[in-house]
C-alpha cells in the first residue's frame, strides 16, 4: 500500500463541474480497501462527502447526493469524484482516504495531500 495521490482540483464556476481521481497501488493484490473522499473547509473539521468499497457500493453525504458521483477503474488502483452543479459552498481541500480492514496483515489507513478546488459564485 502507498500514500493516495489526488489530482484533478483547480478553480470553477459555479454550476460547473470537476473530476477528481485518486490514484493509490500497492503490491499486495489481495488487500481489501475502502476509498472515501473527505472535504476540509478553512477552519473546519474534515467531512465525509463519499466512498466505494471493493465490490462498488457507494455512500454519499446528504450535502452532495445527486451532485457528487463517485466510481472506480476495473483495478480498483484508480478512483474517481466526478462533481457536477458545484456551488460555493463545495470549496475545499478534497483528500482521499483509503483504509485496510482485512487481512490483518493489510490494516492501515492512508491519506493523500489533498487537492484544492475552489468554486466561486
Known amino acids: 500500500q502507498v500514500q493516495p495521490v489526488e489530482s484533478g482540483g483547480g478553480s470553477v464556476q459555479a454550476g460547473g463541474s470537476r473530476r477528481l481521481s485518486c490514484i493509490s497501488s500497492g503490491r499486495r493484490s489481495f488487500c481489501r480497501a475502502v476509498t472515501n473522499w473527505y472535504r476540509q473547509h478553512p477552519g473546519s473539521e474534515r467531512e465525509f462527502v463519499s466512498g466505494?468499497?471493493?465490490?462498488?457500493?457507494?455512500t454519499y453525504a446528504d450535502s452532495v447526493k445527486g451532485r457528487f458521483t463517485i466510481s472506480q477503474d476495473d483495478a480498483r488502483n484508480t478512483v474517481y469524484l466526478q462533481m457536477d452543479n458545484l456551488n460555493a459552498e463545495d470549496t475545499a481541500i478534497y483528500y482521499c482516504n483509503r483504509v485496510y480492514a482485512a487481512p490483518p496483515s493489510c490494516r492501515g489507513n492512508y491519506w493523500g495531500q489533498g487537492t484544492q478546488v475552489t468554486v466561486s459564485s
Open positions: 466505494i468499497d471493493r465490490i462498488g457500493t457507494t
